[in-house]
Nanobody, 121 residues
Framework: QVQLEESGGGWVQAGGSLRLSCVAS???????MGWYRQAPGKQRELVAS???????DYAESVKGRCTLSRDNAKNSVNLQMNSLKAEDTATYYC????????????????WGQGTQVTVSS
């Protein structure tokens, strides 16, 4: 059974910082991990992701303000968010792409339950 345990989030004033963490379990092999967000009335969008090889991808809107780190041994990923803005307010979801078994076709995308980030201006 695949489980994604999210932590962090909360309320912060504009200019403040928050740290989101996600730990994955139950997967044979992880391909990538990252965070997406969805604001009310908007589509879910990528915030940042990192592959097993360490290649990172950031949304343009968070470049220079957010840093994604990964601990492969712990199957965890952390998103440090600094200089937060009101427009960063959203529900943030951990995403993991991984294999459930050694079969090359037995992979899928998995999502956490979401954690709320509210930035007050």
């Amino acid at each position: 059974q695949v489980q994604l345990e999210e932590s962090g989030g909360g309320w912060v004033q504009a200019g403040g910082s928050l740290r989101l963490s996600c730990v994955a379990s139950g997967l044979f092999r992880i391909v990538s991990m990252g965070w997406y967000r969805q604001a009310p009335g908007k589509q879910r969008e990528l915030v940042a992701s990192i592959t097993a090889g360490g290649n990172r991808d950031y949304a343009e809107s968070v470049k220079g303000r957010c840093t994604l780190s990964r601990d492969n041994a712990k199957n965890s990923v952390n998103l440090q968010m600094n200089s937060l803005k009101a427009e960063d307010t959203a529900t943030y979801y951990c995403n993991v792409r991984g294999y459930l078994s050694p079969s090359p076709t037995n992979w899928d995308d998995f999502w956490g339950q979401g954690t709320q980030v509210t930035v007050s201006s």
